[in-house]
């Protein structure tokens, strides 16, 4: 490529967030690996029953760990807020569910509006190996089979993502095995290039609810015995898999620019290779393979590879792999670099087992923050390193500590490595978005601005008021950042939800203040006429020109996520709710919105689908034959009350 385009063919990373073990969010990961934490763990009776399948010695159908990487609260997600009735998100697969809050966040903290992305050429790139979920529903046996498993096909993973925010551009899943995610990157950094997309989300999501992949691989001798990745040492005895759910949102680099966006990171360049046959089989995987995925990235990007600072590898823990990736690395990136600058190198997998084909992103969003707090991190479980390793010989370091990213007088530049039992080798280089901190939008000493928060729930508004509140407090985040370019994020950057609230104040503690009811009335009497008025409209559901009340634009600041009202939802729980009245769990667990006896059953959600459904099966709870009839008469709530008190009256 001509290096003189760079910056016009750059991408930046604007947002970012994440489920990952032991961090529900980019903030907690980063402790977590600054704090060089383990957090694996002991596979939980829910997923499956170790007890009866583990064995230290490999034989049928056993599996030779115990451990593996876990994401906290996989069934819990909030229905309500995406429309969805209990049913449906009982019957979805956790893997969309998870992936649809965690794209929700990851826009939030990019500060782009939903609302005003719709209708818009956003792609969507999702990386995706596993559909347990929907293995486990056909498992149960043909006559289990339903309609509403259409939902769970992989290919749905992206499509509903689209679906839900209305984004019209390409929509993908992508499927390498375990760089996939990284691969996803690559197709939205090249979608957005060609400017086929204005926006992307590039994703990858991975949940191991069954043992079959975990068996498999303890046949094949591939699986860690302790649940830990073990990345360059003489003990590394292979994958330790685990959870993972990540979202970046992509925007080129001039267009972030302009728009004033926030850059986490840049993508500077990026490159997919296969093996092809230069090993000796397929599942092999092969030196020349990785060198020549390293190479093209590093002349995609414009950079030299001796001058890459540090490179998150596959990083997988094999006797088999590391070597290979570490030889790899040293031949490429090692070529011209000086002696007293080794590289650095550094897998996530040590901290939280193998995400799969969510590895990649994993990756990726620990070497953005790595970037961004000019740190790497320790990688954990290396003792005695790899005999098989030419050490001596390599100019590259495993750290063991926390190391500061020394000033060289330019922007870092990390690169991210991916390898998947597909043969493809996927490699992504970035570099530091601008670190200093940025100057504050100038604003009058003392002067009031309004506040406006939303939310889906009286519920979610009120944990959003107290996120706030502490957010604006003397040790919160939002210390740091001006009053105005605050409220000005809240105002411009956020979608406004039907639950309102405003508030106006002239000092972060007179918001924090009014926020917590200890500062008098929402929206202040003596506030400005032009804040009050705007204050009561943005109550009231109404639309408020804010480019009139702030006049000048701001500057985005991150600010609080939304406050997920979070249900569990996993077949088979909960159907003796609501004290046994069959008619109010069915319409709790059909409707999408509120309702009387008086709404017809289409307005709330139930569409003819879900009634036939509700016909069939409760028919033959009760023990009655279906009546092909009862689905014309049945077009109200009060109807369908009435229908299921009689088959209750027929069963008894």
């Known amino acids: ?66 451990r593996a990487g876990y994401v906290d609260g996989v069934a819990e997600f909030d229905a309500e807020f995406f429309e969805m009735s209990s049913t449906e998100a009982v019957e979805l697969d956790p893997q969309q569910r998870l992936l649809l809050m ?88 090249q979608s957005l290039r060609a400017r086929e997309s204005p926006l992307a989300l590039a994703a990858g999501v991975n949940l191991k609810l069954r043992p079959d992949e975990g068996v498999m691989m303890t046949q094949a001798g591939a699986l860690a015995a302790d649940g830990r990745s073990k990345f360059g040492d003489a003990s590394a005895d292979g994958h330790a898999p685990s959870d993972g759910v990540g979202v970046v949102v992509l925007k080129p680099l001039a267009d972030a620019l302009a728009d004033g966006d926030r850059i986490r990171a840049v993508i500077q360049g990026s490159a997919v290779s296969n093996d092809g046959r230069t090993s000796d ?79 990649g992103m994993a990756g990726l969003i620990k070497a953005v923050l790595c970037l961004e707090h000019g740190q790497i991190p320790p990688s954990l479980h290396l003792n005695t390193p790899h005999p098989r390793i030419a050490w001596d010989e390599l100019p590259l370091v495993i750290p063991g500590k926390l ?78 950042f001006s009053l105005r370019d605050i409220c000005y994020s809240a105002a411009t950057r956020r979608h406004h939800h039907e639950q309102r609230l405003a508030v106006i104040g002239s000092s972060h503690q007179e918001m924090a203040s009014a926020l917590s009811g200890t500062g008098g009335t929402p929206a202040s009497g003596a506030a400005p006429a032009v804040l009050a008025e705007a204050a009561d409209r943005y109550s009231k559901g109404e639309t408020v020109a804010w480019d009139e009340v702030f006049g000048e634009h701001g500057r985005f600041v991150p600010l609080p996520g939304y406050p997920w009202q979070t249900k569990r939802y996993w077949p088979g729980e909960d159907w003796d709710e609501d004290g046994g009245d069959l008619a109010s769990w069915v319409l709790r667990e059909h409707a999408r919105t509120p309702f009387d006896d008086g709404s017809t059953l289409d307005a ?37 009350r009435e229908w299921v008190h009689a088959l209750e009256a027929h069963a008894s």
């Open 604 to 640: 709330i959600g139930i569409d003819s689908l879900a009634k036939l459904r509700i016909i069939v099966q409760l028919s033959k709870k009760s023990g009655r034959e279906v009546d092909p009839e009862d689905f014309g008469r049945l077009r109200t709530v009060g109807a369908l």
């Open 102 to 189: 965690t794209a929700w966040d990851a826009l939030e903290d990019a500060g782009q509006r939903p609302d005003e992305l719709a209708g818009s050429r956003t792609g969507v790139f999702v990386g995706n190996a596993r559909s347990d979920y929907l293995e486990i529903q056909f498992r149960e046996g043909l006559d289990a089979v339903t309609p509403s498993q259409f939902n769970n096909f992989r290919s749905l993973l992206p499509a509903r993502l689209s679906h839900v925010f209305d984004f019209r551009g390409p929509s993908v899943v992508v499927d390498t095995a375990c760089s996939s995610s990284l691969v996803a990157v690559h197709s939205a950094v």
């Open 403 to 480: 190391y500061d990213l020394p000033d060289r007088d330019r922007p870092a530049i990390a690169g991210i490595s991916g390898q998947g039992s597909s043969s493809l080798n996927a490699h992504v280089v970035i570099r530091q978005g601008d670190t200093r901190p940025a100057d504050a939008t100038a604003a009058a000493s003392g002067a009031p601005y309004v506040l406006v928060l939303s939310a889906r729930t009286p519920a979610a508004l009120d944990a959003l008021t107290r996120s706030y509140t502490a957010y604006l407090g003397p040790d919160g985040q939002g210390a740091t």
């Open 281 to 359: 089989s397929l599942l092999n995987p092969s030196m020349t393979g990785q060198v020549e995925a390293l190479r093209w990235a590093y002349e995609d990007a414009g950079v030299a590879p001796a001058d890459v600072d540090y490179v998150e590898a596959h990083g997988v823990g094999s006797p088999t792999l590391d070597p290979l990736e570490i030889s790899a690395l040293g031949e490429v990136l090692g070529e011209g670099r000086p002696s007293d600058r080794p590289l650095l190198v550094g897998s996530i997998k040590t901290n939280i087992g193998h995400a799969e084909a969510a590895g």
């Open 1 to 66: 490529m001509n290096r003189s385009d760079v910056d016009a063919r750059s991408v930046a990373v604007i947002g970012m967030a994440c489920r990952l073990p032991g961090a529900s969010g980019t903030d907690e990961l980063w402790e977590l690996l600054r704090d060089g934490v383990d957090a694996t763990s002991e596979t939980p009776p829910e997923r499956y029953d170790v007890d009866a399948l583990y064995s230290p010695q490999p034989g049928p159908g056993m599996i030779g760990s115990r």
